[in-house]
């Protein structure tokens, strides 16, 4: 096992990844907070619901792409060092995303 720290929001996640995965849970930690920047301001809202906000809008984008494969979501902006994910790459981080929120509430 490995530990990866991810900058998100602007606070720091250390979290454990299989031996070999660093790169790409740092590269879905990007993702996650390019995510919460593009909501705008979250002003009232607390960290684990401002997470499942940006959960819920990665699901919806997932939705999208089930529904439609050959249409790219609505909110989906395109950076160029960001890399492409596939549809289970976003479920799988959803799914994630969802957890970390519904831990940080408990």
Excluded at 63 to 81: F, I, Q
Aim: overall charge negative; charged content about 25%; proline content about 6%.
């Amino acid at each position: 096992m490995s530990n990866v720290t991810l900058e998100i929001g602007g606070r720091s996640y250390r979290v454990a990844c299989a031996d070999g995965q660093e790169d790409h849970i740092a590269m879905l930690g990007r993702s996650i907070d390019r995510k919460l920047a593009s909501m705008g301001g979250s002003a009232g809202q607390n960290e684990p619901r401002t997470l499942l906000f940006a959960a819920l809008l990665l699901a919806d984008e997932i939705y999208e792409l089930k529904s439609d494969p050959g249409k790219a979501p609505k909110t989906t902006a395109v950076s160029p060092e960001a890399p492409e994910l596939e549809a289970p790459e976003l479920e799988a981080l959803a799914d994630r995303l969802e957890n970390l929120a519904a831990s940080l509430e408990a």
